[in-house]
């Protein structure tokens, strides 16, 4: 039984650290993705007006900022995951800030998401 708890929790903390590392590469790809088309190539006039519209244009620039949206929650929120779990030996606060910040990152992924796909699809 405490053997299978602490395989389960070596499993997380491998799949966590190595998220970590793919998110991190899925945000230097999506950054430079994201600067090149907001800032570089053909630019729009970045008001609130135009920015909707070429969201709404195309199905492209809003996945592209929800990859962005994605990979930064995961990347920032795992990482305070990882400055409190260096801090805070207590399982049980452990485990609290761990939920706090899964609720905190599915809330706004699923918000800023939700915004976007709005412009496409209308509604
Ligand atoms: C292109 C952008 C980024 C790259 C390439 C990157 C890369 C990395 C890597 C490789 C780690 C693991 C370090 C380790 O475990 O030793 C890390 C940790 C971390 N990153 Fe990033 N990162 C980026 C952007 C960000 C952003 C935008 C935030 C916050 C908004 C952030 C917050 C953190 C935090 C809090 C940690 C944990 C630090 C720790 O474990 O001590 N990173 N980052």
Redesign the pocket.
């Known amino acids: 039984m405490r053997q299978n708890i602490e395989l389960k929790t070596s499993r997380r903390s491998f799949w966590l650290?190595f998220l970590?590392?793919v998110?991190?590469?899925g945000?230097?790809i999506v950054?430079l993705v994201h600067m090149l088309a907001w800032h570089y190539i053909n630019p729009p006039e970045l008001t609130h007006v135009e920015v909707s519209k070429r969201l709404g244009e195309s199905i492209f620039f809003a996945t592209v900022e929800a990859l962005l949206i994605g990979f930064?929650m995961f990347?920032?929120l795992?990482?305070?995951r990882?400055?409190v779990y260096?801090y805070f030996p207590k399982p049980g606060t452990r485990k609290i800030v761990s939920i706090l910040l899964l609720v905190v990152g599915i809330a706004l992924f699923v918000w800023g998401t939700f915004v976007l796909f709005r412009l496409v699809f209308g509604g």
């Open positions: 650290w970590q590392r998110s991190s590469v945000l230097i950054l930064v990347h920032a795992n990482g305070v990882n400055v260096d």
